[in-house]
């Protein structure tokens, strides 16, 4: 029988260091942002007790379809034939890695390290201008005007991040999706893409290297990186896409369960293995009455040992925690990364899996916010503080909808694992 969690504390975040301030929209409303920091947690080994390390959002955004209900009438005029794109309020936001010092009753932010290019550059999060065959699906961007935001080849949607012993973060992205490697400082030092993506990112002002498989270019659209870790002793990062990939066809990311786990050699650079790693239903997300498949997703994950992780699942209204132990005899072949390959992971249901004797993570269910009081229904940063306290944090989306995010600390009676 696994620990018992005996408490969990609530810590709003305050409003002053963490706000963006208000912008001006048509008809004289406003819209009061804030620093939108739940995207991502994670802890360094070594760190000052009650360190973390938080990541943001690509920056404030709303999509089209939802203008009117989120802007109002007046400012929603521009939108209102509009049914994808993407408006950005603040379209100069520089996505940034937060210092947290986390104590009994507060959090306080210890810095602010926006990232940039080799030459010093702020780096936004506006959309890559990926066209041409092959390419990902991408999305337009807008300002409140309703007209289109130049799309930026060194742009970057950070979902997740990761904290090295060596002092420098890995961050999961969303537009290749890839993995970014960053100094202290906030230096982009490389973007590692899928193998054929590098022609997209020849004008952006870090290195980029094709290092990933061909397969993750085909991820669905705003469902990259969302869970990254990184494991004690620094030697590999394990990553998951958000949702299944859309392969072979873009429909399959929509129904399948499917996901693959990445274990990632972070000297050699290149894949070490992968897992399977299988959603829950969605029936079982109580709270989300009429979920459907594409609806559960990856949060985040925490490395709590060198083979041991815990993974969230969430949907909008219930998350689920669970651990799984990564094994050697649970490997997946090396045929599955092939492009080529048929089926797809994907495409292959329970079903096949087991007449194909393809292995299969096993998951221990450790919190699900349906059953456990007091835990956020949508948690997408995750990370631990010691064998028995967990920290998690919901995501406000920049407090586009008037939300506010706050810390939890999830204190057990024994160890986790």
Avoid at 73 to 91: N, S, V
Avoid at 186 to 198: F, H, L
Avoid at 396 to 404: A, N, T
Wanted: hydrophobic share 35%; with cysteine; charged share 30%.
């Amino acid at each position: 029988m696994g620990a018992r969690l005996l408490e969990i504390r609530r810590i709003a975040l305050p409003v002053r260091p963490f706000d963006l301030g208000k912008v001006k929209l048509a008809g004289g409303r406003e819209l009061r942002l804030s620093l939108g920091i739940g995207s991502g947690l994670s802890r360094r080994p070594g760190d000052p007790p009650g360190r973390l390390y938080a990541v943001t959002d690509r920056g404030p955004n709303i999509a089209c379809e939802d203008a009117k209900d989120i802007l109002g009438e007046d400012a929603a005029a521009p939108f209102a034939d509009m049914k994808d794109g993407k408006i950005f309020p603040q379209p100069d936001f520089q996505p940034s890695i937060i210092a947290l010092d986390i104590a009994a009753t507060r959090v306080r932010l210890a810095s602010r390290i926006g990232l940039h290019g080799a030459k010093g550059e702020a780096l936004t999060g506006l959309p890559n201008p990926l066209e041409g065959e092959g390419a990902p699906a991408m999305e337009g961007a807008f300002d409140l005007s309703g007209a289109p935001i130049a799309l930026d080849p060194g742009g970057i949607d950070t979902e997740s991040v990761a904290a090295s012993t060596d002092g420098t973060f890995w961050v999961g992205e969303e537009y290749g999706p890839s993995l970014l490697h960053v100094d202290g400082e906030g230096t982009v030092m490389e973007r590692i893409v899928p193998k054929g993506m590098g022609r997209f990112y020849r004008k952006a002002p870090y290195p980029v290297r094709e290092r990933l498989p061909e397969v993750f270019a085909r991820r669905r659209l705003n469902r990259g990186f969302e869970g990254l870790t990184i494991s004690p002793d620094g030697r590999f990062l394990h990553f998951m896409t958000q949702s299944a990939l859309g392969h072979p066809e873009r429909e399959v990311a929509l129904w399948s369960r499917n996901i693959r786990l990445v274990t990632f050699d972070v000297k050699k650079r290149e894949v070490e293995c992968e897992h399977l790693y299988r959603l829950d239903k969605p029936d079982s997300f109580k709270s989300d009455k009429g979920a459907e498949r594409r609806h559960v997703k990856v949060g985040d994950m925490s490395a709590v040992g060198p083979y041991d992780l815990l993974v969230v699942e969430r949907v909008e209204k219930s998350s689920k925690i669970f651990h799984i132990r990564l094994t050697a005899d649970q490997r997946l072949d090396a045929d599955w990364l092939d492009v080529e390959h048929r089926p797809t992971l994907e495409e292959t249901d329970s079903r096949n899996l087991r007449r194909r004797n393809v292995p299969v993570l096993e998951k221990r269910l450790i919190l699900d916010s349906d059953r456990d009081s007091g835990l956020p229904p949508k948690i997408e940063g995750l990370s631990w503080f010691d064998e028995r306290t967990l920290v998690v944090i919901d995501d406000d989306d920049f407090g586009i909808r008037g939300e506010r995010s706050a810390v939890h600390v999830l204190r057990f009676d024994g160890p986790i694992i």
